[in-house]
């Protein structure tokens, strides 16, 4: 794209308020506030009991700026859900990247034990836990919604990771058969009971708590796919 | 309590409508066709979309009928969480029978594959995963309807499995320093990744699918916590 064709468009034919650019400071600004507040608004009273008038006022936006970013919730909605998968896609790139040639028989148990406690501290976080409440409570309005942030965060997780161990069976660093299933395996080990747990109850763990289920989660899958070669039980 | 004191009390001051006994089979059948036309309707439209009368309706009662045996919605809502809470403290009272004398060196693995068949079948049916859904769609109105549900069904059941898993390990059959965490470890290895996916898809896994990832949540088990005297990994 030229110089000359990024600037501000014209007003365009149907475009009622043609605004700045996307990239515009001030456009991310005024989006991410909005985004911030519908996030907030929705995760402390629902979707439903939540306006754009009440979003507009807690952003500190005119409700004309408001629609002019964001046409209406459900907009917002989806943008808070695409977020999440976007930082789910950003985690699992890092994860293909650290599962590469680096890791060594000699640094194995420690990349799985750093990587079970970012997985632990990222899926736990109360965001996120309030998120997958709010997709589960809304499903009946959005079932699309949930279903995708399945596949586009804890299934793009589990993907890569799978994808990971599969390169250290190549080598021998782990014995895998079913890398999908050991992958599943290491993430629910690692997150599955406070995970649970917090989507009843609606409390986050402690991050002490969490911890410790990552380090126990890894011992436990170390014991099953680990060759014995790259440290066994920790005493 | 004796026999006379059970027969049907005379019309109680302040009960407007005295009915028959609790236990007469009119009124089993009266109460479980109410809770059984509420909890499908809450599942599929939700508990604010379903009002007594549709429920009155649904399950072929007056609305005289129905009041006189369940004050509100609320009442209703309650009846049925509860009687999931006791299906899991039956299983968790059946779970602590079989972990008992009659597991040895030799029916060990078969026991707990058993046990991790029924848990995943109990866990991931459709009714539980539709129940879950339900409560945290309504946790905003019933906060304390998911915690008491966790702390009695899923939490009710980790506790017997513990207990069950310390009395193996006294006897040497299992290797477990933290029977809590060993029991937490067992459940979310066998339902962690079809429950999560699940509660966030809205679909419970086949029943196939549910018993493979059972029967591979026990070989991971078994590799930790197993004393290599009980059968190693199966070929």
Same mark, same amino acid.
């Given at each position: 794209m030229s110089a000359i064709s990024r600037r501000p468009p014209r007003?365009? $034919?149907? $475009?009622q308020f043609s605004g700045p650019?996307? %990239? %515009?400071p001030r456009v991310v600004r005024t989006r991410a506030a909005a985004v911030e507040a519908a996030r907030s608004l929705f995760l402390r009273q629902g979707y439903v009991g939540t306006t754009m008038d009440d979003i507009a006022a807690a952003a500190g936006l005119t409700k004309r700026t408001l629609y002019n970013n964001y046409a209406d919730k459900d907009a917002l909605f989806t943008q808070i859900v695409g977020d999440v998968s976007d930082f789910a896609k950003r985690f699992a790139r890092e994860l293909s990247d650290e599962f590469g $040639?680096?890791?060594?028989v000699a640094n194995l148990r420690a990349a799985l034990d750093e990587f079970a406690r970012r997985l632990a501290l990222a899926v736990l976080r109360p965001e996120v836990i309030a998120l997958r409440r709010l997709l589960i409570a809304e499903a009946r309005t959005f079932p699309a919604l949930a279903r995708d942030y399945y596949e586009s965060a804890p299934g793009q997780v589990i993907d890569a990771v799978a994808k990971g161990f599969a390169r250290l069976a190549k080598r021998n660093l782990l014995h895998v058969g079913d890398p999908r299933r050991a992958a599943a395996q290491f993430a629910y080990l690692v997150v599955g009971e406070p995970l649970d747990r917090a989507m009843l109850t609606g409390v986050a763990p402690a991050s002490d708590d969490a911890l410790a289920w990552a380090r126990e989660g890894v011992e436990t899958f170390m014991a099953r796919y680990g060759t014995g070669r790259a440290g066994g039980r920790r005493r």
């Open positions: 007003r365009r $034919a149907g $475009a650019r996307p %990239d %515009d $040639a680096q890791v060594s």
